[in-house]
């Protein structure tokens, strides 16, 4: 079965500093990863997918991640924080078919001014 | 327009109470999911339905029944609402194929009280 371990229930950075949060997974087949945004009392928004094919994957919002094998990892990082990007942010991980997301705990991202 | 929508928003209730929480997606996907994020923002997966069918059901306890009358629709329904039920709901939907990103509803705050 596949799960998804995401370091750091809380990450706090200065506005205008790198963002890194971190996402590892563990899944017997080669799995599609997907990390999610949550603003307060709102849905869940995608940021970006990886699937096949290129390992640097571009989202939304300045948001990139890159898919590691050898480390199964997949850490979601801005270049430049903005206030805008406090939010909750969630990893997951999927096997084929119409298997249903297994999400992280989440990592609640403070930008502080 | 609205892609994946729930209601109601908010839904307070007393334990022993039914109630039901509507979702419907207008993105003509054929997979529909039910999350349900607790206290602590973990997020997990309820039930799958694709093409009207059951396809997933976690360990949910049996008072809770997913309805799709069509395939833009999955209603949840719960019966005899305990303290435990309170989270945030969330629906969602996708494309068959692991590949394919689930959109969410903007979820439903359950309190019982």
């Known amino acids: 079965a596949q799960s998804v371990t995401q370091l750091g229930s809380h990450v706090s950075v200065s506005e205008g500093a790198l963002v890194l949060l971190r996402c590892n997974y563990s899944?017997?087949?080669?799995?599609?990863l997907f990390w999610y945004v949550q603003y307060p009392n709102q849905g869940l928004q995608l940021l970006l997918k990886y699937t096949t094919g290129a390992t640097l994957v571009k989202g939304i919002n300045g948001f990139e991640a890159e898919f590691k094998k050898s480390e199964t990892s997949f850490h979601l990082t801005k270049p430049s924080a903005h206030m805008s990007d406090a939010a909750e942010y969630f990893c997951a991980v999927r096997l084929s078919g119409n298997t249903p997301l297994v999400f992280g705990k989440g990592t609640r991202l403070s930008v502080i001014a | 327009d609205t892609a994946v929508s729930q209601t109601p928003k908010y839904l307070v209730t007393q334990m022993g109470n039914d109630k039901s929480i509507k979702c419907e997606q207008n993105?003509?996907?054929?997979?529909m999911y039910w999350y349900k994020q607790d206290s602590k923002k973990f997020l997990k997966i309820m039930f799958s339905y694709n093409n009207k069918e059951l396809i997933i059901n976690e360990t949910v306890p049996n008072r809770f029944s997913p309805k799709s009358p069509d395939k833009a629709h999955l209603n949840l329904h719960i019966n005899s609402l305990e303290l435990g039920d309170s989270a945030v709901y969330f629906c969602?939907?996708?494309?068959?194929?692991?590949?394919?990103?689930?959109?969410f509803g903007p979820g439903t705050r359950l309190t019982v009280t």
């Open positions: 993105l003509g996907h054929d997979t």
């Open positions: 969602a939907s996708s494309q068959e194929g692991g590949r394919n990103e689930q959109y």
């Open positions: 899944s017997s087949v080669p799995p599609y």
